[in-house]
C-alpha cells in the first residue's frame, strides 16, 4: 500500500488546477492519473531542452536530441521510483526486451516521436506512454507539450482528450472521443510518415501510387509523427493510418486509445496486430481497415497496375 499511496502523492504536481479538476471528475484510475502526469512532466523537459544537442542515428532523418534523453530519463526515473517491479521498454536506451508477452506489467515508452520535427522547430511533438500486461494494450497517454493536448484510455474506460479550448487559451475541456464513421476509401484521408527505412518508405509509395491508381481520391498526410496520426484517427479527425516500419513505443500507447475509440488495427495481410510483434499495421474503422487491407492484397496479382508503373517510367520527365 505504501506504493501505492506515493503514487497518488505524485499526481498532479504538474498539471494545473484546472486539469486536476477535470481528470477528477472522471474517476480515473491512479495508474491512468499517474501516467497522465508523468507525460506532462516529460513535456516540460521537452520544452526547456529545446536547442539541445542532436546527434544522427542509423535511418532516414533518424535523429536522438537532448530531449529525447531528458524526456526518457523523466519517464524512467519516474516509473522505477513508483513501481519498481514494472519492466520498462524504452526507444533510446532500453530497446531490447526478452519475452514481451510474459509481462505483466511492461512500460513502452516513446520520449520523443517527432524527433527530426523537434529538432527543426515543427510542434508535432509526442510524448508517449504506455502500459502492457502480458502483451495486450492496458493503459495509453501521448501528450502534445506544445500544443497543450493529451490523448489518453485505459482498457474498457473510453478514449479522451485534454486540450486548450481554443488554441492558446488556459481553459481546458475534456471530451471522450470517437474513431470515424466514413466507409468509402475514395472519401477518407489517409495519414502516414516516412520510415528510417528507405525500402518501407518505397513500399509506402507503391501504396499510395495504387490508390491513385484505382481511382481513390486518398490523399496522404506526412506529418512526422506516427503518435499523433493514430491519435487523430482514433478522434475521427483522420480515417485511416497506415506504415510498414514501427516500432513497439511508436504503437503500445495509441493501441489502447484507438481501441477503447472504436478502431480496430490489422496487419497489412489483415491478420491480427500485436503492437509488441508486428511493424506493419492499417488502423481506422472496420470497414475503412478491411476495404484498404483488400486493395493492397491486390497489388501484386495487377498486371495493369505493373504496365501502367512500367509506362510512367517509360514517359519520365521532370
Request: a negative charge; one cysteine or more; hydrophobic letters at 40%.
Amino acid at each position: 500500500m505504501a506504493g501505492r499511496k506515493s503514487a497518488m502523492e505524485g499526481v498532479g504536481m504538474t498539471m494545473n488546477e484546472t486539469m486536476r479538476n477535470l481528470l477528477e471528475q472522471e474517476k480515473l484510475s491512479v495508474k491512468l492519473r499517474f501516467t497522465i502526469d508523468l507525460a506532462n512532466k516529460a513535456g516540460e523537459v521537452i520544452v526547456a531542452s529545446r536547442g539541445g544537442k542532436v546527434t544522427q542515428k542509423e535511418g532516414i532523418s533518424n535523429i536522438q536530441t537532448e530531449g529525447d534523453l531528458n524526456s526518457e530519463r523523466v519517464i524512467v526515473d519516474g516509473i522505477s521510483a513508483q513501481f519498481p517491479q514494472d519492466s520498462i521498454l524504452s526507444e533510446e536506451t532500453k530497446t531490447e526486451i526478452e519475452n514481451p508477452l510474459d509481462i505483466a506489467r511492461l512500460w513502452v515508452i516513446d520520449p520523443i516521436d517527432g524527433s527530426a520535427n523537434y529538432a527543426h522547430g515543427i510542434d508535432e511533438v509526442w510524448v508517449s506512454v504506455g502500459q502492457v500486461r502480458f502483451g495486450k494494450g492496458h493503459i495509453g497517454v501521448a501528450h502534445n507539450p506544445f500544443q497543450r493536448k493529451t490523448y489518453f484510455a485505459e482498457s474498457g474506460k473510453g478514449t479522451y482528450i485534454l486540450q486548450p479550448k481554443t488554441p492558446g487559451s488556459d481553459a481546458m475541456e475534456l471530451k471522450r472521443i470517437q474513431v470515424g464513421n466514413r466507409t468509402e476509401l475514395k472519401d477518407a484521408t489517409l495519414e502516414t510518415s516516412m520510415s528510417y527505412d528507405a525500402y518501407q518508405s518505397r513500399s509506402h509509395n507503391i501504396i499510395k501510387l495504387y490508390l491513385s491508381f484505382l481511382g481513390m481520391d486518398v490523399r496522404p498526410r506526412e506529418i512526422g509523427s506516427s503518435v499523433g496520426q493514430l491519435c487523430r484517427v482514433a478522434a475521427g479527425m483522420s480515417d485511416i493510418h497506415m506504415h510498414t516500419g514501427l516500432k513497439p513505443w511508436d504503437y503500445a500507447a495509441p493501441s489502447v486509445i484507438l481501441a477503447e475509440a472504436g478502431a480496430v488495427m490489422r496487419r497489412a495481410d489483415g491478420s491480427e496486430f500485436n503492437p509488441l510483434l508486428h511493424r506493419d499495421n492499417i488502423s481506422g474503422n472496420a470497414v475503412l481497415v478491411e476495404k484498404l487491407v483488400e486493395a493492397i492484397g491486390e497489388i501484386k496479382g495487377n498486371k495493369e497496375f505493373s504496365d501502367f508503373i512500367a509506362q510512367q517510367i517509360e514517359d519520365f520527365t521532370v
